[in-house]
């Protein structure tokens, strides 16, 4: 290893650590109006304090006690000059703790500065503010490296200026410097347990809600599947039941119209599944090639790659409705307009909702499906003109209407229902729609 690559490393070694000082290992402290006011009131207070000593100790002879019997004078400094140099050394050095929060390194090196030059019969210039420098270092400085590396430096450098260099502290201060930090130590320790017990209850709140509002997500995620499940489910089966239960009655007499009932059941019944296929791809990610068994010729897979059905295959739901031996009638009026998926989809449900409950529990009822295409409102209409009720149909529980209305809501539409003057049933759907 030659001088050249030895030297090299030295300086990428000393260029590291010079980084290393430089890097802010914590973050920026953020004052608050009131604690900027505490540490202006700080040096104010001390700087009063330090520069009254000043002025009343110029000009005097400090005697002190170096061994038993032998005593050494020394003198502080005199005249207007000495003067006004104590009252700026103190001026300095408490001035600069208005900043210790702030810029507690650049502090820590003014008032270690202060202090070296100081006389040492005059200490309590700067004393104090060098201990609270120090401390405000410690605490609040974010460059840790380099505020390991000053601190230890001021106190030696200070430490080893001579054997007089700390102030003689006279007796009627002893108690008041033992019981203010005892004081500021239960006031801090009070402090802490506060915003302990403040932090624990905020983190308690906080986790209350984050878990009730999972629960409501839950919730919200269940009723979104149940009603999708009962939309797609109860309107096919409920076609697949009256045409098998048609295809039954006639299969004796008319076996040729109970193999077209059935063939309306296989219909059906292909439709639930493309749509349950559909509703089960949305929960999670089907993989590749699942269901083929079931599905050789890969329908189902086409199937849930399909888009959810709109208001351009009413036609076809309006048809199988017709296959049950249902008369239906469709009307569209106004000039179509492009709709949201979502939108097309909520009105799709309110016919095939409201057909279904005609199935069900209108048969031998004739229905109408109005569609509307407003300027500033869709408007889907469904009406029967009554009939009776099926003998597989069952009461229901309104769930399927309450699925309607959630959905409406979610575009600000609503719903209206009820029974006509005239006889039969009205399902009526608002849905506004967005300037064009």
């Known amino acids: 290893m030659n001088a050249g690559t030895t030297l090299e490393r030295l300086r990428v070694l000393v260029r590291e650590a010079l980084r290393d000082v430089r890097r802010q290992t914590g973050p920026p402290l953020r004052l608050s109006h009131r604690a900027w006011q505490f540490d202006v009131l700080v040096a104010l207070v001390l700087g009063i304090a330090t520069v009254y000593y000043g002025i009343d100790n110029a000009n005097n002879v400090v005697v002190r006690e170096i061994a038993p019997g032998v005593e050494h004078a020394v003198p502080r400094p005199a005249g207007p000059g000495g003067m006004a140099f104590m009252v700026t050394l103190a001026a300095v050095a408490s001035g600069a703790l208005a900043l210790r929060r702030r810029f507690p390194l650049a502090v820590l090196y003014v008032v270690t500065a202060a202090v070296l030059a100081t006389p040492q019969s005059v200490m309590r210039l700067t004393f104090y503010a060098f201990v609270i420098a120090v401390y405000s270092a410690a605490v609040h400085s974010p460059y840790r490296v380099a505020t390991l590396a000053a601190l230890p430096v001021s106190v030696l450098l200070v430490g080893t200026t001579g054997n007089s260099l700390t102030p003689i502290i006279p007796n009627q201060y002893v108690a008041l410097l033992i019981l203010v930090p005892m004081a500021g130590a239960a006031l801090g320790l009070r402090t802490w347990k506060l915003r302990t017990d403040e932090g624990r209850t905020r983190l308690s709140a906080l986790e209350r809600g984050q878990a009730e509002a999972l629960r409501r997500a839950v919730e919200h995620e269940r009723a979104r599947i149940a009603r999708e499940l009962h939309d797609v489910v109860t309107h096919n089966v409920s076609v697949m039941v009256i045409q098998a239960g048609a295809a039954r009655k006639i299969m004796k007499t008319s076996p040729e119209q109970a193999g077209e009932a059935l063939l309306a ?14 509703v089960m791809g949305l929960l999670s990610m089907a993989d590749e090639g699942e269901g083929a068994d079931e599905d050789p010729d890969g329908t189902g897979a086409a199937a849930e790659l399909a888009p959810q059905p709109g208001l351009d295959q009413l036609g076809t739901l309006v048809g199988r409705v017709r296959d049950a031996g249902l008369t239906v009638g469709m009307t569209v009026t106004g000039a ?14 309110v016919v095939q909702e409201a057909l279904t409950n005609t199935v069900k529990h209108a048969s031998g ?4 499906v109005t569609v509307e295409y407003g ?9 029967d003109t009554g ?4 003998a ?4 229901g529980n309104g769930r399927g209407l309450i699925g309607l209305r959630e959905r409406l809501a979610v575009y600000d539409g609503t719903l209206n229902t009820g029974r006509r003057l005239t006889g039969g049933y009205r399902v009526e759907a608002l849905i506004p729609l967005e300037a064009r």
């Open 375 to 383: 300027a500033d409102r869709l408007r889907v209409e469904v009406t």
């Open 336 to 349: 179509p307009c492009p709709l949201s998926p979502g939108l097309e989809l909520a009105a799709y449900r």
């Open 365 to 368: 009822a004739t229905a109408a």
């Open 387 to 390: 009939g009776h009720q099926g």
């Open 265 to 278: 059941v296989e219909a059906g019944g292909r439709a639930a599944m493309t749509e349950l296929r559909h």
């Open 392 to 395: 597989d149909a069952a009461a």
